[in-house]
């Protein structure tokens, strides 16, 4: 008898778009927090602190490139 769904190929498919949803979510968020507090702890004269922030949100931001340059890849490969 002939399947018609691959239930584990389903699963593995939606769990992996779950993962990639929330992961790109919390980056990009990290990207936007980072930014406000380097912001607000420069206009404090915190620069250390400030500095730190923004390294954060340089990761963050790298890590949202390598997302979509990932999920570009993924597509257009056969």
Same mark, same amino acid.
């Given at each position: 008898m %002939?399947?018609?769904v691959d239930w584990s190929t389903l699963l593995d498919l939606a769990l %992996?778009?779950?993962g990639a949803g *929330? $992961? %790109?979510t919390v980056a990009f968020s990290l990207v936007i927090y980072g930014t406000d507090r380097a912001s607000?702890? &420069?206009r404090q004269d915190r620069a250390l602190a400030? $500095?730190?922030y923004g390294v954060i949100a %340089?990761?963050?931001l790298a890590a949202c490139a390598a997302l979509v #340059?990932? $999920?570009? &890849? *993924?597509? #257009?490969q056969k």
């Open positions: %002939a399947t018609i %992996a778009s779950l *929330v $992961g %790109a607000d702890l &420069r400030a $500095g730190a %340089a990761l963050a #340059v990932f $999920g570009i &890849r *993924v597509m #257009v």
